[in-house]
């Protein structure tokens, strides 16, 4: 088997590893990310993460916590085929000689390139996993008529033809893409660095061939943290932008969400939902990784 076609079928095997394990926790960061600003003297919709879980269990039950998992499962394979195939042909690229390892910068150059050609699927993936994760909220906190507010989605796909009637057609479904840009391409390059440079750290060299699954989760829940923790703010900006209301929008643009959310909520603004996100992103890409290095040293 070529060498793509192994990452290819590595990857969505990790990808669909890491979506079962966090898309609860992204749940939980998407309601809190897109929740409205209260007026003053009022309470959030919700005060933490905790109480997040509690609100939408009671009024959905657990199956509340998978919400929006439809669109990113179904496109799950070609999302992680892009990712590690095209860091995959990247690394081919870069190495002096076939086989030969590569350094941790050449890897974060790699990491770099394939953030940049999966974000054009991650946009509108996530889109269509924002506007059905946050509705629930959103709807029942909204005062005045709202495009995504108002409207309840059956499902992922009544999302895609919402969006492509109402809203600009395919142009729609990439709204979100600048900030998408921002939080991939930097995102995968310091994950897989991190990644890579961790496993040589307790190989103690560039060999890392015989290293065993605690170590693999150890490295991927790393490199997952570190990706989350260097781009965060963009994810919160590339959210709002998402579910906001294409008739009468908020935001103007990227810059626009990133100083009227500074302005209105200072700095914690730019994090809301960030422990739910760090504690999803260990365990996610822990699982992650873990099943991509074994399902590729399966396949040879």
Same mark, same amino acid.
């Given at each position: 088997?070529?060498?793509?076609?192994?990452?290819?079928?590595?990857?969505?095997?990790?990808?669909?590893?890491?979506?079962?394990?966090?898309?609860? *926790?992204?749940?939980?960061?998407?309601?809190?990310?897109?929740?409205?600003?209260?007026?003053? =003297?009022?309470?959030?919709? !919700?005060?933490?993460?905790?109480?997040?879980?509690?609100?939408?269990?009671?009024?959905?039950?657990?199956?509340?916590? !998978?919400?929006?998992?439809?669109?990113?499962?179904?496109?799950?394979?070609?999302?992680?085929?892009?990712?590690?195939?095209?860091? =995959?042909?990247? $690394?081919?690229?870069?190495?002096?000689?076939?086989?030969?390892?590569?350094?941790?910068?050449?890897?974060?150059?790699?990491?770099?390139?394939?953030?940049?050609?999966?974000?054009?699927?991650?946009?509108?993936?996530?889109?269509?996993?924002?506007?059905?994760?946050?509705?629930?909220?959103?709807?029942?906190?909204?005062?005045?008529?709202?495009?995504?507010?108002?409207?309840?989605?059956?499902?992922?796909?009544?999302?895609?033809?919402?969006?492509?009637?109402? $809203?600009?057609?395919?142009?729609?479904?990439?709204?979100?893409?600048?900030?998408?840009?921002?939080? $991939?391409?930097?995102?995968?390059?310091?994950? *897989?660095?991190?990644?890579?440079?961790?496993?040589? *750290?307790?190989?103690?060299?560039?060999?890392?061939?015989?290293?065993?699954?605690?170590?693999?989760?150890?490295?991927?829940?790393?490199?997952?943290?570190?990706?989350?923790?260097?781009?965060?703010?963009?994810?919160?900006?590339?959210?709002?932008?998402?579910?906001?209301?294409?008739?009468?929008?908020?935001?103007?643009?990227?810059?626009?969400? *990133?100083?009227?959310?500074?302005?209105? $909520?200072?700095?914690?603004?730019?994090?809301?939902?960030?422990?739910?996100?760090?504690?999803?992103?260990?365990?996610?890409?822990?699982?992650?990784?873990?099943?991509?290095?074994?399902?590729?040293?399966?396949?040879?």
């Amino acid at each position: 088997m070529a060498d793509a076609a192994k990452d290819l079928a590595s990857g969505t095997v990790g990808g669909a590893a890491q979506l079962i394990v966090g898309h609860p *926790f992204d749940t939980i960061k998407v309601k809190l990310q897109s929740q409205p600003t209260p007026t003053p =003297g009022q309470p959030p919709r !919700y005060t933490g993460a905790i109480d997040a879980v509690k609100q939408t269990v009671a009024a959905e039950g657990p199956k509340g916590l !998978y919400k929006g998992m439809g669109a990113p499962l179904a496109t799950v394979a070609a999302f992680n085929a892009v990712l590690f195939t095209v860091r =995959g042909q990247m $690394e081919g690229l870069l190495r002096s000689e076939p086989g030969a390892p590569l350094t941790i910068s050449q890897q974060f150059v790699c990491g770099a390139g394939a953030g940049f050609a999966v974000s054009f699927l991650a946009c509108p993936t996530e889109l269509i996993k924002c506007r059905l994760q946050a509705q629930g909220g959103l709807a029942s906190a909204s005062t005045t008529s709202s495009v995504v507010a108002a409207v309840k989605y059956g499902g992922p796909m009544d999302v895609a033809r919402h969006v492509l009637r109402s $809203e600009g057609g395919a142009r729609g479904l990439f709204k979100g893409l600048l900030p998408t840009f921002a939080r $991939e391409v930097p995102g995968n390059a310091t994950m *897989f660095a991190v990644y890579e440079a961790f496993k040589q *750290f307790v190989a103690g060299g560039q060999d890392t061939s015989s290293l065993g699954q605690g170590s693999l989760i150890m490295a991927g829940g790393l490199a997952g943290a570190s990706f989350w923790g260097i781009v965060y703010p963009t994810d919160v900006v590339k959210s709002v932008l998402q579910v906001d209301d294409y008739k009468n929008p908020k935001y103007s643009g990227s810059m626009d969400a *990133f100083r009227k959310i500074l302005k209105a $909520e200072g700095v914690k603004g730019l994090y809301k939902g960030f422990g739910p996100a760090m504690a999803r992103s260990v365990p996610a890409n822990a699982a992650c990784f873990l099943a991509y290095e074994m399902t590729r040293s399966s396949l040879g």
